[in-house]
């Protein structure tokens, strides 16, 4: 696991070398670009403005600071909140489609427990949920 784990980080960090290689290159191909349109200091000047202005952009986009954090919390409860109400139901849904015996069995072991003795089934229950 910790191998997975090391090929992993490893992963991440060769994608942002490359990424900011990229980024380094396309900023070299603009700057000479534009240095035979407007000459190089203004084209350097206007390559930086351009990668900036994008800065900004991606900023506004993902971080979003004119949301309060009371407004994220809450998208973020609602959110949470609507994936795990589903998950039980996706979960049986998906156990009776894939082990239908399997499913019968747990239904009669959990039956037969409540029949038995309610009580313990009972904490058993809560402690569960």
């Known amino acids: 696991m910790l191998d997975a784990v090391k090929s992993r980080i490893a992963a991440g960090i060769t ?3 490359l990424g900011l290689a990229g980024l380094f290159t396309l900023s070299v191909a603009l ?3 534009l240095a035979e349109l407007i000459g190089l200091t203004a084209a350097a000047f206007t390559a930086a403005a351009l990668l900036l202005l994008a800065t900004g952009v991606c900023f506004y986009l993902l971080v979003r ?3 309060t954090f009371a407004r994220e919390a809450d998208e973020l409860k609602a959110a949470a909140a609507g994936a795990l109400a589903d998950l039980p139901f996706e979960t049986m849904r998906k156990m009776a489609d894939e082990r239908p015996l399997s499913l019968v069995t747990i239904a009669m072991i959990l039956g037969y427990a409540i029949v038995r003795g309610p009580g313990p089934a009972l904490r058993l ?3 569960l949920v």
Do not use: N
């Open 31 to 33: 700057v000479l670009g």
């Open 125 to 127: 229950l809560t402690a």
């Open 65 to 67: 600071p004119d949301r």
């Open 15 to 17: 994608g942002l070398l």
